[in-house]
C-alpha cells in the first residue's frame, strides 16, 4: 500500500480509535519516521491494522491511511 502526503499530521495524544492512521515513530537516532502500513490505536496499545497484532511503538505523530487512487 501507498499513502498520499496531503493531510497535516497531528499529535499522537488526540489519535482516534476508529480509523486506519499513518503513524510516525522516533528512530533511536531520533528521526522521525512514518510506518509503511496502517495502523489502529487500541485503548492504550497500537495494533497493525493488516494483521491486528499488537505492535510496540510510540507514535509521534498521526494522520488518516489514504490508498494512492
Not at 18 to 26: I, K, Q, T, Y
Not at 32 to 42: E, I
Amino acid at each position: 500500500m501507498t499513502h498520499i502526503l496531503s493531510v497535516e499530521w497531528l499529535p499522537a495524544s488526540i489519535a482516534p480509535t476508529d480509523d486506519d492512521l499513518e503513524v510516525c515513530v522516533m528512530d533511536y537516532d531520533g528521526i522521525v519516521l512514518a510506518l509503511p502500513y496502517p495502523c489502529h490505536k487500541k485503548g492504550a496499545e497500537w495494533v497493525d491494522a493488516s494483521n491486528k497484532k499488537h505492535i510496540d511503538i510510540q507514535p509521534t505523530l498521526w494522520r488518516k491511511w489514504a490508498e494512492s487512487r
